[in-house]
């Protein structure tokens, strides 16, 4: 279990001479096999600069601290990597993230406020992430933070979540007047350590951190005023429906030697609690054939909050052998194989979480030895949030 943590839990660099200050945080590794590895990077202020790659930072097997320079009005960037896993544009599986804005102590201009009485915020909910657009009155960058538990203010009158609270975090591409960042759930992986993930139907609060050049700095974590003296705002992510439906069977083997083949096929969808099955036959059922499953007859949906985890389908197709000469046992054969079913992808983002009518085929696996019969199912589905 891996994970980075902040030595300041306000996971700022805050300025110490004349160029700059320090990120500085803890590699923990909990004894992470293989050990881990971290990929780091610093954005400087400029505008219109071209993003500078990420570099290997070191490669840890104990728990570990580090320091890290960073110039006023810059951000020093983190991640955390399984050894041999990380690379400069950060497409392997990720442990962790830090950014550490580089920012001076008692310097906060009312950048987000200024334009109007309140800030100009605009966020976007979805059910898998959730998308902040807002504007200062001077060019800034700016780091936002989702969290499960209100954010609170240090002495200096810094914002910060508790590490374990955060669930999701990001840079804008700044410096802007008018910034956007849409926030997802990046640590997914199981070794990851003290991280909630980002779910459906989740209460969050929000913390919007920009600074401009001379590490200059406001916040808002309400759409309505000031902070703090407008306390934090509570937003929810959207809960998520799923429509189902058993489209079309192929016959890739009606097991009949001497006939075409008669069967009864179920298509079963499990969700968070509860399993709900129909039935489709199909006679005669020849090898080399196809039926399309009239609308309506294997179809499910699911509403919330059955769909917030996983949606899994599975389809058993039995062969009826009644009657045969010489006498024979029906044939059985399922998607997954003997028990289980397959999950639904549901992508993550704005603009990609919606699926219409996807189609997904699947294919059988015999759940009796030395059976013959053997199909494909056509599964559509489509997911929406609410």
Known sequence: ?????????????????????????????AGSTPKVEIWERVLPFTPGATPPPFTMGGVFANDTNLSRPVTTGGIYQ?????????NATLEGDLLGKLDFPCVRRAARVNFLTRCASMPQVDITRGGTF????????????????????????????????????????AVTDGPKLLNKATLVDELLQSDTNGHLPLVTNQTLFFVIFAWD?????????????VAPATPPE?????????????????CLDDSDDLSQGEATFKFIVKHDTNTV???????????????????????????????????TVRIEGEEDDTGSFPPDNNDLAATHGLVGGDALFFPVGEVKEQVNDALVVYFSQPRTFSELLSFAAEVVYSVKYI
């Open 130 to 169: 959730m998308s902040m657009a807002f504007a200062a009155n001077v060019p800034t960058r700016a780091r936002i933070q989702i969290g499960i538990n209100a954010p609170a203010l240090d002495g200096v009158g810094f914002p910060f979540f508790l590490p374990q609270d955060v669930v999701a975090s």
């Open 1 to 29: 279990m891996a994970r980075l943590v902040p030595i300041n839990r306000t996971e700022l660099a805050l300025v110490s001479t004349a160029t700059g200050g320090s990120a500085d945080f803890t590699v923990e590794t």
């Open 78 to 86: 983190v991640r955390l990597f399984r050894e041999n896993q990380g």
């Open 213 to 225: 050049a001379t590490g200059a700095w406001d916040l808002v974590w309400n759409t309505t005023g």
């Open 277 to 311: 099955e129909k039935t489709a036959n199909w006679n005669p059922m020849p090898t080399g054939g196809q039926t399309l499953i009239p609308f309506g007859t294997a179809s499910v949906q699911v509403d919330p909050p059955n769909a917030a985890g996983s949606v």
């Open 234 to 250: 509570s937003i929810k992510t959207l809960q998520r429906v799923v429509n189902v439906r058993l489209h079309r069977l192929r």
